[in-house]
């Protein structure tokens, strides 16, 4: 192979590689997955149908941005996997009162609320109160902030 062939090829083969990692680097952050399952295992669907944190089987579970979500059913899975950005929480999993302050931390699965069809996780019980003084506001602050807290 000649050097003007071989330079034509590596240039065409980054051009290539380059364009075929830009959907990665595109894609929303990584969720906040502790052990790498993501809501520390509990069914991110079960917020939505039964109204309480429900922990997932690890038996019945689904990779999806770069964290391993756990259900409680098959029939949860399938809904997910069907919609995973209507079930999935907001800002990563992280946090949402944290994310409206300009940090991320790590949350509990019985510190949640759903505004407006959209889960978002509290870092604990106690958080979950200063979140309920002004959850409007909280709301728009995070959304101010996400994803370039995640940087910081």
Same mark, same amino acid.
């Given at each position: =192979?000649? =050097? *003007?062939?071989?330079?034509? *090829? ?36 079960? @917020? ?14 689904? =990779? ?5 979500? +756990?259900?409680? %059913? +098959? ?8 919609? #995973? ?11 949402? @009162?944290?994310?409206?302050?300009? @940090? ?14 959209? *889960?978002?996780?509290? +870092? %604990?019980?106690?958080?979950?109160? *200063? ?15 996400? #994803? ?5």
């Amino acid at each position: =192979m000649t =050097m *003007l062939n071989r330079r034509t *090829l590596l240039t065409g083969l980054a051009g290539v590689l380059t364009a075929a990692a830009l959907p990665l680097w595109a894609e929303t952050p990584v969720f906040f997955a502790e052990d790498g399952a993501a809501i520390r295992g509990y069914d991110t669907v079960a @917020y939505f149908t039964e109204g309480t944190p429900v922990p997932g089987a690890p038996t019945i579970a689904v =990779m999806w941005k770069g964290a391993l979500w +756990h259900f409680a %059913s +098959h029939e949860n899975r399938a809904a997910f996997e069907a919609n #995973p950005r209507a079930f999935a929480p907001q800002f990563g999993g992280y946090c949402a @009162y944290a994310v409206a302050r300009g @940090y991320t931390t790590d949350t509990d699965p019985t510190a949640w609320q759903i505004v407006d069809g959209e *889960l978002f996780l509290i +870092h %604990s019980p106690e958080v979950a109160r *200063l979140w309920a003084e002004d959850i409007a506001g909280n709301i728009d602050g995070a959304r101010r902030n996400w #994803p370039a807290v995640l940087d910081r």
